[in-house]
């Protein structure tokens, strides 16, 4: 593995678990309670996120719409716990696998 990938693949973990507790301890929005990050895609420059997620309650437009706007909020959080040079502009994408997993059985 190349040291590119590697440094990839910490990054997005990284982002993962800062993102989690952010979501879980800092954020005040109680529709965020029961979100799971369940990945982070990076791009090959490392400076955007597309962080994967589900909701308990199912797909949501409403949660997307808050998640997304409140996405400053976690960049400024993610600056604050992560050590890299250039923190990722993000972007909050519902998690379809377990959805089509579960149902193309």
């Known amino acids: 593995m190349n040291q590119k990938s590697f440094k990839k693949l910490r990054l997005a973990e990284e982002i993962k678990e800062s993102l989690s507790k952010t979501i879980i301890e800092e954020a005040n929005d109680e529709s965020f309670i029961g979100i799971t990050i369940t990945g982070v895609k990076l ?5 955007k996120a597309i ?3 589900t909701y308990f309650k199912g797909k949501s437009e409403t949660i997307n719409h808050k998640l997304n706007k409140a996405k400053g909020f976690f960049r400024s959080c993610l600056a604050k716990k ?3 040079k250039y923190i990722p502009e993000l972007e909050f994408i519902w998690d379809e696998y ?7 059985r």
């Open 43 to 47: 791009s090959s420059d490392l400076r």
């Open 51 to 53: 962080i994967l997620y």
């Open 82 to 84: 992560i050590r890299t």
């Open 98 to 104: 377990l959805e089509t997993m579960f149902y193309e």
